[in-house]
Nanobody, 114 residues
Framework: QVQLVESGGGLVQPGGSLRLSCAAS????????MNWYRQAPGKQRELVAA???????NYAESVKGRFTISRDNALKTVYLQMNNLKPEDTAVYYC????????WGQGTQVTVSS
């Protein structure tokens, strides 16, 4: 049974930081591309950051220079370090494991507000 469990979301003031984690089980983690998506109320889900099995990374323009994706294959965990958070970063953040089949976590809420 495949499970992706996100953690680390919460309420933070503008300019603050959060680190999201996604722990995977039931997959050969090292061969999967791992992605972070987000979905704000009334908006479509969008790709925020991606890291391949070879550790190449890609970011949405809106988060470049502020967010960093990384992975620890030994711990089967992918991270999203989010700095200088803005109110427009408020969303539910989802972890995704992608290869031939795609798997999703349940999401974690990030709220950026003063």
């Amino acid at each position: 049974q495949v499970q992706l469990v996100e953690s680390g979301g919460g309420l933070v003031q503008p300019g603050g930081s959060l680190r999201l984690s996604c722990a995977a089980s039931g997959i050969v983690f090292s061969i999967y591309a791992m992605n972070w998506y987000r979905q704000a109320p009334g908006k479509q889900r969008e790709l925020v950051a991606a890291i391949t099995s070879g550790r190449s990374t890609n970011y949405a323009e809106s988060v470049k220079g502020r967010f960093t994706i990384s992975r620890d294959n030994a711990l089967k965990t992918v991270y999203l370090q989010m700095n200088n958070l803005k109110p427009e970063d408020t969303a539910v953040y989802y972890c995704n494991a992608a290869r031939v089949t795609s798997y999703w976590g349940q999401g974690t809420q990030v709220t950026v507000s003063s």
